[in-house]
């Protein structure tokens, strides 16, 4: 892996493109190259992969990513950024220009169809901490063919999206993610390799995409049932799905019905037990909407 941007090279082109990093967009630019190296090879990327990397940047990451993979898909909101990385490419990594397509775009709003040639199987970025999680989901709803992942996020961030029932972070990232993937931490990473430099550690999460619970019922209505269940952490179940249910009596018999103890709270069920009430209200049970 050869012509990756040191704190010199990053200084330096970004001074050349007139560009300085915002808090509007979450850019916090890596600069130094044995993190980059550590990235690639927590990913497990092989050859025929096709990655997709979410916030480029500079394209410390994106020369990293290159060398070892058969295409990447760069999408980038900042059109002066987006502008500049193939150029920043075709001089640091010399032949490597025509497997890079760089997609001016906001993440939250790509599609399939917007990646589809040839369509990404593994998403690998240093995300911007303020849409990490919206960003990560959005991308394992609208493109199948994702099969893994590895994402820089803030730490506090990757904690959550990482956490197991029972855990005191443990939440709304934490069970959606659980939906589509396996998840699990790959590290910590300190301030001193980003620049501006955060006032916060930052984290690895590696995810391998799994089958969701089979229980017949959207994605849309376990989420619902999800987000009831955290919007008052406190409240026991019986209670805090009592708005969703049509009272807490309607609530409870949800619960018994898929065998959860209606005096249990939202951080002690599996993405599996949350799919089970979101089913038994599909399944027209009386009282259930």
Not at 55 to 79: N, R
Not at 127 to 139: G, I, S
Not at 173 to 188: D, F, N
Not at 259 to 273: C, H, M, N, W, Y
Request: aromatic residues 4%; hydrophobic residues 50%.
């Amino acid at each position: 892996m050869t012509g990756l941007l040191g704190p010199a090279e990053i200084r330096e082109l970004a001074a050349r493109l007139g560009v300085a990093p915002t808090k509007r967009l979450g850019q916090n630019f890596v600069h130094d190259p044995n993190t980059v190296r550590r990235i690639v090879a927590a990913a497990g990327l092989a050859a025929a992969d096709v990655v997709v990397e979410v916030g480029p940047g500079l394209g410390s990451l994106t020369l990293g990513l290159l060398p070892g993979v058969h295409h990447v898909h760069a999408v980038e909101i900042d059109p002066v950024l987006a502008g500049a990385l193939p150029d920043t490419v075709a001089r640091h990594a010399d032949g490597a220009a025509a497997r890079l397509r760089v997609h001016r775009a906001d993440a939250l709003r790509i599609t399939a169809a917007d990646l589809a040639d040839p369509p990404p199987t593994a998403l690998v970025a240093n995300l911007p901490y303020n849409v990490a999680v919206p960003v990560v989901l959005h991308l394992l709803a609208e493109l199948p063919s994702l099969r893994r992942g590895l994402v820089m996020v803030q730490k506090e961030v990757a904690d959550r999206l990482t956490a197991g029932p029972g855990s005191r972070v443990y939440g709304i990232p934490s069970v959606k993610l659980a939906w589509y993937a396996e998840a699990r931490t790959a590290g910590r990473v300190p301030p001193n390799v980003f620049w501006p430099v955060p006032n916060v550690d930052s984290g690895l999460v590696a995810f391998t995409r799994r089958d969701p619970p089979v229980t017949g019922v959207p994605r849309k209505r376990v989420f619902e049932v999800v987000d009831a269940a955290f919007a008052q952490r406190r409240k026991t179940l019986r209670a805090a799905l009592a708005g969703w249910a049509g009272g807490p009596d309607r609530a409870a018999a949800a619960l018994v019905a898929a065998g959860i103890d209606p005096t249990a709270r939202g951080e002690s069920l599996t993405v599996g037990q949350f799919a089970a009430i979101a089913a038994w209200a599909a399944a027209g049970r009386p009282g259930a909407q």
